[in-house]
Structure formats: C-alpha cells, structure tokens
C-alpha cells in the first residue's frame, strides 16, 4: 500500500487534490446507487473482514456526502456496517500487534482501515445524532398537547448509540498506538472521537437517567482518551467551553472528571479544571451567559465527589470568594463544607491539615455575614452538615453557635429557616449536657472555680522541686574543678596559712558526723563548693571511723567527688535511720499527680464554663424562636415548629414553652401550619413509647398532664382539638387511657392535686368524642369531686363542671331533642349547696366554679331559670342570716379586745355580698344566654317540626315533588319563616325587656343594691364588692335597651374615674359587649372608650386596645379620627401593649384604603402642639403608618392632601412634621410630580431646616436608580430646594417668569410687578404665623374650627366622712346624645348567617 490516509478536518477535504501518498476519494456514488453499493461493501466485509474498508471507504463517505438528500435506512445500515468493521478490528488488532511477523505494510493497512472506520463511524454518529435531535423539535408537544409521531428509525437511536460507543471503547482499550510510528497518535484521530463524544454530550437528555448508560460509556471513552492518548489538556478546555453554553452539563462533568481522576488515575484534570474556572475574572463571571451556575454547580457537585482532590487547588478557588458572583461564592464555600466533613476531620490530623481546616473554618465564618443572603443560607446549610457529621471541632461550638443565633435576625427568610435547622443540628448532636439550664449550670461552676483557685494558690506557694540528681550532674563540673584545686600540692601551705571560713570553724565545732555530712550538703546547694571540699576533708581526719567518710582514707580527686555525691544525693547502701540523717532528697512524683489534677480540674471548669455559655445560648435561640411561631410566612412558622419538636425531644430545659406557645397555631387558618402543630403534638405526646399498653398509656397520660399543669384556659381550649382528634380516631390505647385517667381522678392511683385536675379534664376532651365515658360515669365525678369536700378544693370541683359541661348540646353542638336532666338529679342537688356555702367563705377560686356552675345548671337543667332562682333565695337567705349574727354581736357590750375580731366580721360581710352580687349578674347573663339560644333555638325546631308534619299531611302525593322544589327556593332567598323567626325574636326581647327585671322577678330587687354600690365608691370602698357590683351591673345591662340606657352614664363614670384599674379593665371588656349589643346606644360615647388607651396603668391600657381592636375589626365601631390613639401605642413602653397596637394596623391594612383614609387626620391630631410629642415618637409611629401605602394612586393623593395642610399648619413643629411624613412615604415619579405642582404650598416653609432636611432626603432617595431624564427633574428640584433656603423665596424667581423673561428678550424694559413674598414674616417660636398668600388665594386655606370650651365638671365620689349619698354619675348635660345611629342586621339575617 503505497497511500496513507490522513484524517480531515473537514469531510469535503477528501475529495480535494491531496499531497504525496495521501488518499483521496475517487468516487462520489449517488443516492440512487448507495444501496447496490452497500450490498457489495456488506458482502465484502464477510469475506475479507474489516479490511474491505480500505476499498469500499468511497461508498461509506458518499452516505457522509449525501446525508441530507439518502433515506435514514441508508444510514442506518451504513452505521451498521462500521460498527461491525470497528468491533471486528478490536477483534483482530489484539494478536496481530504482539505477533512476530507483522510487516510494516500490514501495520500501513490496519493503521488505514483504523483511523478510516472511526472516522466515518464518528461522522455517521454526529450526522444521527443531529438528525435526533432536530426530529425531538418537531415531534414537540403543540399547543392542543399532542405529540407528533416521529421516525421510526430514530426511535431505536438511543440503542444504536450505546453500540457506537461500545465498539469504540473497546477499539480504544486495545493499544493501537503502536501502530503509529513512535507510538505518536495523531492529533486529528483524537480530535475526531473527541469531537463525537462532545457532540453527543451537548444532548439536552444527556442528563436524564435514561440516558445514563450513554453517558457512563461516553465518560470511560474520553477516559481512554485523556490517557493514552494525550487528550488532558484538550479536555479541560473542552469541559470549560461545553458548561459556558450547556448548564445542564454540570452534574454529568462532575461525574467525567470524578472518574477520569480516579478510575483512570488522571488527577492532574481536576486541578486543570478547576484552574481554568479560578482564571476567570470577577467581570467576566458578572456577565450573562458567562456560565457562572454551570461553573458553580459543577464545582459543588465535584467537592461532594472528589473532596480530597480539591484541596491542593482550593487556593485558586478561594479567590472567587472576593469576587461579585454571590453563586461562585456558595459553590467555594460548599467545597469547603464537603473538605471539612469529609476529609479534614477527625482527631488525627498532622499540623498543616489543621491549620487548613481552621483557615477554612475561618473563612466560613466570614461568610456568614456575607451582603447576599443566598450565600448566608447556604453557609449556614454547610455547617449544618458540619454539624450533623459531627465534624466540627469542639473549640468553636460557642462561636459558631452564637452566630447562628444572631442569623435568627436575619432579613431573609431562607437564612432564618438555615437558622433554626442548624441550631436544631446543634442541640441534636451537642456534646454538652443541655438538659440542663444555665441556672443549674451556674452553682456547679462556682464551686469548682474555687477550688481550681485554690488548687492554684497552692501550686503557686510549693517551690518547684527537682531530682537531686539532676542538680549535682548540673554542679559536678564545677565541684571537680574545685576539688582539683583544693588537692594541687601548692595550695596546701597557702591553706594552712589562710585563715579558715568562719563557716567551717563553725562546723568543726560540731561533733556529730551526720551534722557535718547535712552542713556539707547545705553547702553544694547553696553553690559554695569551696566550704563543701574543705569541711569534706576535715570530716575526713576528724571522724575518721564514720562511715560516711570511710571512703577518703585514700584522698583523691575521684574518692573526694564520690562522698560528695554520696552526701549530696544519697546512698542506697544506707538503712531507713542512717538514711534519715542524710540531706533531704527532693522527689517529683507528688508534684507531677498535682499537676495532672490541675490539669484535670482545669479542663472541667472549661467544659462546665462551655456548657453554660452552650446553655444560654440555646435560652437564647428557643426565646427568639418562640417567637417566629406567629410570623406570616409559612415556612419559618414550620421550620420553628419543628425546632420546638427537637428541643422537647431532647429534654432541653424550657423547652415545654415553644410547645405550649404552638398550640394555638391548630386553629390557624393555613392548612400547613395546622398540620404541622398536629403532627408535631401527635409525635411528641399521641405516640407513647412502653412495652406494654398500659405502660404506654400512663406515659401518655403524664406527658399531658405536664402540660396542661399550670396551662391557660386558652390553651386547654387549644389541646382539646388535638386530644379530641385522638379520642375519634379509634386508637388501640383509647380504652386504657380512659381507664388510666380514671383511676388518677378517683386516688386510686397515687397523684397530685394538680395531675388530677388535668386528669378529669382530659375526660371531658374523650368526652367531646364519645359522650358515654363522661355520662356513665357522672355520679362518680358527683361524689369525688362535688361531695362533702367541695368547700376545700374549688379547683376542682371546677374542671369537674367544665368535663361535665362537654356533654350537653351546646358544647357538642348536637341538633334534635335537646339533652337535658331533670331539677331533682344529685349534680344540681350538689351544685347549689356549694355554691350557696361557697359564698359564704373567702375562697379566691370560689367565683370561677361558681361561673361555671351556672353556665352548667343553664346548658343542661331543665327549668334553670327555676333553679337558679332558689339559688340565690338561699344565698341571700344565708347572707342574712350571717348579717342579723353579726347584728346581735354588735348589740352586746363589746369590749376592746373584740374590736378586731368586729371589724373582720364587717370585712366577711362585704366580701359575702360581693358573692352573692357576683351570683346576681352571672344568672341574668346566663338567664339572658338562656333565652336567645335555648329557647329561642327549641322554639324554632318545633315549629319547623310541626310545619314539616302539616306539609306531610296537606300535600297530595303528585305535588310532593314540586312542594320540595319550592321549599329549597324558598330556603335559598331566606323566605321560609321570615315572619316566624320575626315573631320569636320579637317575643324573646318582649321577656327581657319587661318579665326579667320585673317586681316579682327576683332579679330585679337587687338592681338597686348595685346601682347603689356601683355610683357610691366612697362609701363601699371594699375593692371586691365594688368590683363584683360594677361586673354584675354590665350583665344586667345586657337584658334590655332600656336598663343599658338608664345606666350607661354611670358606667362610663366608673370607666373614667374608678381608681381600681381591675375595675376600669372591667368596665371596658363589659362596655365592648354592650357596644356589640346595643351599637345605638353605646356609639356616642365611643370617644370615652378611646380615652382609656391613654390609661396611666398598663393592664388597662391592654384591655383598651384588646377591645377597641375587636369592636374596630368587626365593624362594630367606625373607624374615626380616634385611632390615633391608638396609634400612639406603637411606641408604648410595654412591649406587649406595642404589639397588640401593631396586630391592630395589620389587620386593618387588609381592609381596603383603610389605613390611608385615616391617616391625614392621624398626622393632624398626632402633631397637634397640645399633645406635645416628641418628634422621635412622631417619626417612629408614622413609619410604621406609612410602611402601609403601597399603591402609587394612594402616594400621589397623600402627597397632594400632605401638602395642601402645610396652608393651615400655624407650627413649625407642625411644619417638619408634615414635611417628615412626605419623606417616608414610598415616593414614585407621580408622586414627585405631584410634589412639584404643590409647591406654593411649602416652599415659603424651606427656610425651616426641620422642612428643608426631609424634602432633601425626598431627593435623594428618588435619585437612586432613576432614569437619565427624571434624574435632571430631581437635580433641578434639589436646585430649587437649596437656592430657597439659602436665599429665601423672595430672592429666587420662579421656572414660569424665568420662562417669561427668556421669551421677551429683554426688548422692552417693563417692570415687572414683584410677586408677593410667600416667606413668614418673622416672630416669636411658637406663635401662630400668618402666611401671606392667603391674602390672595383664599380658597386654599381650610377655615379653622371655633370650639367652645366647654369646663369638666367636678364630680367627687362620696366617702366615709360625709352622710350624703350624692351618685358619682355624669350630668345628664354631659351625656352625649345618639349622632349617627348604627344599623343593625334583621334578625333574619343573622339566623341565615
């Protein structure tokens, strides 16, 4: 073969002249004749195997030639055929390259035949695959939703491709590479598989799991490649240019360079990759179609693949993080989380891995505080997975922990949710003891500091010791050289003839040897080395026979240096007492176990000190968290709900108050949050963990009761929806639990007052489900808890009504023949004895039961009226009986030591008939309840009984169908016993209003007593009598028109001047209810309602806006000028007043233009100088006002209505504030034209700087991203703004004589007629200011309103002193009359309601 062929560049570069030896296709067949040629190019693969490609590579080409015009079943089989010339070759190849006779002419011809049929295999692949493609776009589902049909050859591509790359992979396996010479591949044959792999990759479903096996085999394909055939570098510019322009590649390149990395042990791609993305700049990232969440996503998915072989390039990466791509930043950070978790962990690292990991750690932490909050989530998510891995060292718990706390603040609501998950991660995998709070915390850490103190003090007084032997190996040197010099032959004369140290003559005055042998000792170790040789060798000649110095009867350098040593540090030849004698020898075995207890008591003081700070953090995070169980946005509620779950698992202390706050969120109306406190409640208490059923009920019973123990009535309100749920669902612990919640309430299982009473009201919420576990039961609960002892425990003899209430129909809310007991059953029997007795003692809980009694005796008697009536005959039969005891005392000499005793008896008297009024107005509310539900309700189910039996009876057969017809019309338009209900309405109001307080009505004879009481506070000064008389008078008012009218001067006396704030809290939440029942009554004197907001003590303050709001909200009172009062609130020192003002304006923002209708006259009223506000309070609350417009329509009106009030303000403090309200408002360029035409309104104002400062920031703000053109209208106005303050409006000409001016020219000299100055005329602060353009355009000043002062009268209570009793009641000049009457809905409505 004297030809080589040479992969093109081009497919048409074949049929061109080509050089020396290089092949060139010589035939072109045409479409016509392809198919004979195929047969021939078919039957000469079977008989001369893949060579045949050699001759029949023209037909092969002309299919490439012709693709767009050949028939696909041309192509397909043209495919088939390279496939089979591919596989055969990986076949064949294998033995013919390690045979010895293989020549270089069939080397030639299978390098030929191999680099021909990839090729056209490769060419034949991309033309199929861009063919594919093409037909997916036109078999699109259309607008009707219909998909086209496609080819039918095209649909089997998917499989014909997996076969393309398998014959590929396993031609490339083989090592074909010597077949070139030097085992150099050319670039072209690389370039020419690579190119198909990438085509075959920019498949919009390369990503979709079907097709995973041809993504896998392009993945090991270009594994090959980058391997043995030097693709690396083509490769990592490939990657980079393909995930610019194709994002969902990202995760199917994370997966390539994963493998190529380890399976084809290609590390240095990973490190190509991720240079190429750290090369590119922060700009070019910044731009659109840069690729940057390609970029991002791939890096996240390949650090969660290959951590270990991001970290030699995570240099490269970090620079991003300083980049502007907020997306680059949370892929480098996520990188770090999965290096961190998964490989710079542990214990074990070196020094260089755990400076990284807390340089990663470091930058992290920065990055939670990053200016974009998607990068804060995501941060906060990493950590979480830190912390879940329990990766996170135990050094930076506290701080990571208090940032997560401070991210609770956070602005986004996915930082918030990261938030609360990561705080959730940390209390379920902390390594403290968070069961305990930072209280108990405290005491413990006390004690052992103090004695880390003292361990410290002692360490400190103790001199270091050291081993004697290691201090004579320090001084031996020294010692010798004194030695030598003491023992050299020409010192001796000179040491006869020196005088001796005094220390040594004092030490031959000893004669005991040992005393010599400690003083020598003494001496070493003071460093006088000198003394301690002389006095050795005196010891020598003196006590020559000791055996301390046995050793220098032969005196040399080494014997003296030897008993030195020996006297120094001991000999072990010596007994105990010899060795007693001996120079102390100093040990380090007690200084080490001190140091190691140190030591150890250190380490516990830092890990109780990490717990504390562990546990107040958690305080903190659960406080704030509380909190987000009532904010608007669903998911933080979740999220919070679930952080509540988690706590209360792990016995975090307090954690039971996030899960009682949560339990009024099962009335929300968002189904998702309902739900999730449900199942939240279901997990934690309704699924008991035992291993038995009775164990299992018994802890679910105690998990209740802890937390009903202390619980609101609100709350017990709320649990009986979850309880309720639980008794109706049929569960196997049911029957068990009822029998275990029995046996608590009874005593036969041991237990708390406490846990009683929350067992027996947990019968009432089964019994809300199943009447008869309550019903069969009631002469127990009769004897347990209403018997003898019902005067001891009102408590519980309370919940007991309360359980027993929740069988009748009211509770139930069960339709048909009511359910009722006869008068002569023990309960009421029981009942009216203790009420009766009750009120006789000073029990504080005695009002309750006896409230909850009467509404029992009226839900389930029958005849209440009746019953209650010898209720109260007995009660004040036994209150008189006490006052004719008390009477007959008082008759008898009473001696001084008995006057105490008196007065107590009085007192007792007092608080008797504070009871017995209490009684009083609890049965007419009831009596009046009675009435307008129960009897009204059974006289209309008669009635409707009896017209349905007439209907019956009357109705031919043939017409019962169109009767019914007619009847659902009828009740459809509201028709059907219009008149009837009418009449029964009118009936009821008939008995209120003339047989309820009737002579021969008991009722009646006390309404006197009370009206006495309630107008008379100086003479019955006991607090209880007259805040049970002012209570029970606002029930009786409930009865009829005519009793609220004659007494509704008197209770907004006692509203405005009760100097007991229980008493005006009273008098509020009473009134509110007459407001709703009476609104034609009660609407004059709404201003004295509002007036309470403004109440010195804060309760009732609360009450005022708790009240106001539900009148307002109802529409039961009109919204007026008054709620300004309200918004005064905004800002009251309470937080819990503050934020019941706040839940006001939101809800009143929902209703339309609310808000904005009201607020001109809010600004007018809150800026009026009699009230004296601050300016930061007047800002403050006008923010929050103002946060509600956020329609531009509405901006524009306020601007205009804002404005034109600058003409009436008389103040400069009424000046600014109108000029501050402009400013926060949400300013649009509509609104700013409007600014613009008003200007004669304000702008003889500017020289104000309170005006001038807030008109500016209108400026500024409005210049912020504005066009080019508008921003011109604002600089001009900014202009306009300064020239007039600076100079004044008299000196600055308007734009319009500007204009004027230009288009005279100045040819004729007129003068111009001055504009009237529109600047005040200066006088004193305060006084009111005249503007001089009212003289010339009266008709935008507003005219002020003339108010007559009208002088309060004095009204003074009646006291002790004085005999008179004058009625501390309003004049009747005082009472308002009836202005705007509000009409109330028919009866018939609200029965259809």
């Not at 992290?364 to 979480?384: G, I, N």
């Not at 609960?781 to 027993?804: P, Q, Y």
Request: contains cysteine.
């Amino acid at each position: 073969m004297s030809w080589d062929f040479l992969v093109p560049v081009c497919v048409g570069d074949l049929v061109k002249t080509g050089g020396i030896n290089q092949y060139v296709v010589q035939d072109v067949v045409s479409p016509k004749q392809l198919p004979s040629h195929l047969h021939r190019f078919k039957a000469a693969l079977r008989s001369q195997g893949p060579l045949c490609i050699l001759e029949h590579f023209d037909t092969a080409y002309s299919v490439l030639q012709h693709a767009n015009s050949v028939d696909l079943s041309v192509k397909e089989d043209t495919l088939d055929l390279l496939v089979q010339v591919v596989s055969s070759l990986s076949s064949s190849l294998p033995s013919l390259l390690i045979s010895v006779s293989f020549s270089a002419a069939e080397r030639k011809e299978n390098l030929n035949a191999v680099k021909m049929s990839v090729f056209l295999l490769c060419k034949i692949t991309e033309c199929l695959e861009s063919d594919s493609y093409r037909q997916s776009f036109i078999a699109a589902p259309g607008k009707g939703g219909k998909k086209a049909k496609t080819g039918d050859g095209l649909q089997q591509w998917d499989s014909e491709r997996e076969r393309v790359l398998q014959a590929l992979v396993q031609l490339l396996q083989v090592d074909i590479r010597s077949l070139w010479n030097l085992s150099l591949v050319e670039e072209e044959f690389t370039c020419c598989v690579t190119c198909c792999c990438y085509k075959l990759l920019e498949n919009p479903t390369i990503s979709h799991v079907k097709s995973k096996p041809t993504r896998e085999n392009i993945i090991h394909l270009l594994g090959l490649l980058i391997k043995k055939y030097n693709h690396l570098l083509g490769a990592s510019v490939k990657v980079i240019q393909l995930l610019q322009h194709f994002e969902q590649l990202s995760s199917v390149f994370a997966q390539a360079v994963s493998v190529w990395s380890t399976e084809y042990g290609v590390r240095a791609i990973v490190g190509e990759v991720i240079r190429e993305i750290g090369q590119k700049s922060s700009e070019e990232l910044a731009r659109e179609g840069s690729g940057v969440k390609a970029f991002a996503s791939f890096l996240s998915e390949l650090g969660a693949l290959v951590p270990e072989l991001m970290i030699p390039n995570i240099s490269v990466l970090i620079t991003h993080l300083e980049g502007e791509s907020h997306t680059m930043r949370v892929a480098v950070c996520e990188v770090l989380g999965d290096i961190l978790v998964r490989v710079l962990c542990g214990d074990g690292l070196e020094e260089s891995s755990r400076a990284d990991r807390d340089r990663f750690f470091d930058i992290l932490q920065e990055h939670l505080h990053d200016t974009h909050s998607h990068v804060r989530a995501r941060v906060l998510q990493v950590y979480a997975r830190i912390v879940n891995s329990k990766a996170l060292p135990l050094c930076r718990y506290s701080e990571v922990m208090g940032l997560a706390v401070g991210r609770l603040m956070d602005k986004s609501i996915n930082a918030v949710k990261s938030a609360i998950q990561l705080l959730a991660a940390f209390i379920a995998h902390n390594p403290y003891s968070c069961k305990l709070s930072s209280a108990d915390l405290k005491k413990p850490l006390e004690k052992e500091m103090a004695k880390l103190r003292e361990m410290k003090e002692k360490l400190r007084g103790s001199a270091p010791v050291i081993k004697a032997s290691e201090l004579w190996a320090a001084m031996e040197p020294e010692v010798r050289i004194t030695v030598d010099t003491e023992l050299e032959p020409s010192n001796d004369s000179e040491n006869e003839q020196k005088e001796e140290d005094p220390d040594v003559e004092e030490a031959n005055e000893m004669e005991d040897d040992r005393a010599t042998g400690v003083k020598i000792a003494q001496y070493l170790r003071v460093n006088k080395y000198r003394n301690a040789v002389r006095l050795c060798i005196k010891a020598r000649s003196r006590f020559a026979e000791s055996e301390m110095f046995a050793a220098l009867s032969d005196l040399t350098s080494e014997t003296l240096m030897d008993t030195l040593a020996c006297l120094f540090i001991g000999s072990d030849r010596d007994t105990p007492e010899h060795s007693q004698h001996l120079p102390p020898t100093p040990q380090k075995g007690d200084k080490e176990a001190d140091d190691a207890e140190f030591k150890k008591q250190e380490m516990l003081v830092q890990y109780l000190r990490d717990t504390e700070t562990f546990a107040l953090q958690v305080e903190r995070a659960i406080s704030v968290i509380n909190s987000m169980l009532y904010w608007k946005t669903t998911s933080v509620v979740q999220e919070a709900v679930q952080f509540c779950v988690t706590v209360c698992e792990f016995g975090v202390a307090n954690s039971l108050s996030g899960v009682r706050k949560m339990l009024p969120l099962v009335w929300s109306t968002d189904s998702a949050i309902k739900d999730a406190v449900i199942q939240a409640y279901r997990r934690l208490y309704l699924n008991p963990k035992g291993d038995t059923v009775r164990v299992k009920a018994q802890t679910l019973v105690d998990s209740l009761s802890e937390l009903m123990a202390d619980a609101s009535l609100g709350t017990i309100q709320c649990l009986e929806e979850i309880v309720q749920e639980f008794f109706g669902s049929g569960n196997s612990l049911e029957s068990t639990v009822v029998q275990v919640l029995w046996g608590r309430f009874t005593g036969k299982t041991e237990s708390s007052p406490l846990y009683r009473r929350a067992a027996v009201l947990l019968l009432g919420m089964a019994a809300r489900a199943e009447r008869e576990v309550v019903l069969s039961n009631l002469d127990t609960l009769c004897a347990v808890a209403l018997g003898e002892k019902v005067t001891e425990d009102f408590l519980m003899a309370r919940d007991t009504v309360i359980t027993i209430c929740s069988i009748t129909d009211h509770v139930r809310q069960s339709k048909g023949t009511p359910f009722r007991l006869p008068q002569e059953h023990v309960l009421f029997t029981r009942l009216t004895q203790a009420i009766a007795e009750g009120a006789m003692m000073e029990d504080l809980h005695w009002q309750s039961f006896m409230e909850q009694a009467v509404r029992l005796t009226y839900f389930l008697a029958e005849s209440p009226d009746q019953l209650c009536s010898r209720l109260i005959q007995r009660t004040a039969r036994l209150l008189l009986d006490q006052i004719r005891e008390g009477s007959e005392l008082n008759s008898k000499d009473v001696t001084p030591t008995q006057e105490g005793e008196q007065e107590a008896g009085e007192q007792v008297n007092c608080v008797c008939l504070a009871q017995l009024l209490a009684l009083c107005g609890c049965v007419a509310f009831w009596q009046v309840s009675h009435l307008e539900r129960s009897v009204s309700g059974e006289l209309r189910r008669r009635r409707l009984e009896t017209e349905e039996r007439q209907e019956k009876e009357k109705a031919p057969p043939g017409k019962a169908k169109l009767t019914a017809n007619e009847s659902a019309m009828e009740e459809e338009l509201g028709l059907v016993g219009a008149s009837a209900d009418d009449t029964e309405a009118e009936l009821i109001r008939k008995i209120c209003e003339t047989e309820l307080l009737a002579e021969e009505n008991l009722l009646s004879a006390f309404l006197p007593l009370l009206v006495k009481v309630s107008s008379s506070p100086g003479r019955y000064c006991h607090p209880q009598l007259i805040t049970a008389a002012c209570l029970a008078l606002s029930q009786y008012m409930m009865i009829s028109p005519s009793v609220c009218e004659a007494n509704a001067r008197l209770m907004f006396t006692v509203l405005e001047r009760s100097a007991l704030p229980v008493v005006r809290a009273n008098a509020i939440i009473a009134l509110g209810d007459l407001t709703v029942r009476f609104p034609n009554i009660l609407e004059p004197w709404t201003q004295n309602l509002y007036a309470r907001l403004s109440d010195e003590v804060p309760s009732v303050r609360q009450t005022a806006v708790t009240v106001l709001t539900q009148l307002v909200l109802k529409d039961v009172l009109k919204v007026k000028g008054q709620v300004s009062e309200v918004a005064v609130l905004l800002i009251d020192p309470e937080p819990h007043i503050s934020s019941l003002a706040l839940n006001f304006f939101n809800e009143l923002a929902s209703k339309d233009n609310a808000i904005y209708n009201l607020l001109p006259d809010i600004i007018s009223r809150l800026s009026d100088p009699e009230r004296a506000m601050s300016s930061d309070d007047f800002n403050t609350i006008m923010k929050q006002l103002f946060s509600y417009i956020t329609k531009e329509r509405q901006t524009e009106s306020l601007v205009e209505k804002l404005c034109q009030r600058f003409r009436t303000a008389r103040t400069e403090r009424q000046w600014c504030d109108l000029a501050v309200s402009l400013s926060l408002l949400s300013m649009c360029e509509r609104g700013f034209k409007r600014l613009q035409e008003c200007w004669e309104c304000y702008s003889d104002k500017l020289t104000e700087p309170g005006v001038y400062q807030p008109l500016l920031a209108i400026a500024a703000k409005l210049r912020r991203g504005a066009k080019i053109q508008f921003k011109s209208q604002v600089d001009d106005f900014e202009k306009r703004l300064t020239a007039v303050h600076t100079r004044g409006l008299e000196n600055v000409e308007s734009p319009e004589m500007e204009e004027e001016n230009q288009k005279e020219g100045g040819a004729t000299n007129k003068t111009v007629t001055p504009r009237p100055a529109r600047g005040r005329a200066k006088s004193k602060r305060g006084q009111s200011k005249s503007s001089v353009s009212s003289q010339y355009d009266d008709s935008f000043v507003t005219p002020q309103r003339t108010r007559k002062s009208k002088k309060k009268p004095v009204i003074t209570f009646s006291s002790d002193e004085e005999e008179s009793e004058e009625d501390a009641v309003l004049d009747e000049s005082e009472t308002p009359k009836v202005t705007t009457p509000i009409g109330r809905t028919s009866r018939r409505a609200r029965l259809r309601n």
